[in-house]
């Protein structure tokens, strides 16, 4: 599976942004996915999944403002609303199997991710 990203950019405090990762090379109806982002400096961590049966689940911190999709295609979304400068990073589309959500919970996650895509870079100002 390879997995392209898009949709990053700048935006002020409080704005909007909606990024979209297009997947190829072969998902079915067992594909889950969801988006983590990196910070500079700091550990990549998990900020939403999706599972194969369009349940989702996002993290405490955006909890509220940002929601994560998919459509038949595959092609995941994540619209994230009311962003803060605490949201500046790079954020990284990634694919998985059945269950993506437990993702959220364990922090060596990315481990067990079956494709990542490059990334976007997302920066908020104030």
């Known amino acids: 599976v390879q997995l392209v990203e898009s949709g990053g950019g700048s935006v002020q405090v409080g704005g909007s942004l909606k990024l979209s990762c297009v997947a190829s090379?072969?998902?079915?109806?067992?594909?889950?996915g969801g988006w983590f982002r990196q910070a500079s400096g700091k550990e990549r961590e998990a900020v939403a999944a999706?599972?194969?049966?369009?349940?989702w689940t996002v993290a405490d911190s955006v909890k509220g403002r940002f929601t994560i999709s998919k459509d038949k295609a595959n092609t995941l979304y994540l619209q994230m609303d009311s962003l803060k400068p605490e949201d500046t990073a790079k954020y990284y589309c990634?694919?998985?199997?059945?269950?993506?959500?437990?993702?959220?919970?364990?922090?060596?996650?990315?481990?067990?991710?079956?494709?990542w895509g490059q990334g976007t870079l997302v920066t908020v100002s104030s």
């Open positions: 990634a694919a998985g199997k059945e269950d993506c959500g437990w993702w959220l919970s364990d922090s060596r996650a990315g481990d067990a991710v079956d494709a």
């Open positions: 090379g072969g998902t079915g109806s067992d594909y889950c």
């Open positions: 999706i599972d194969s049966d369009g349940s």
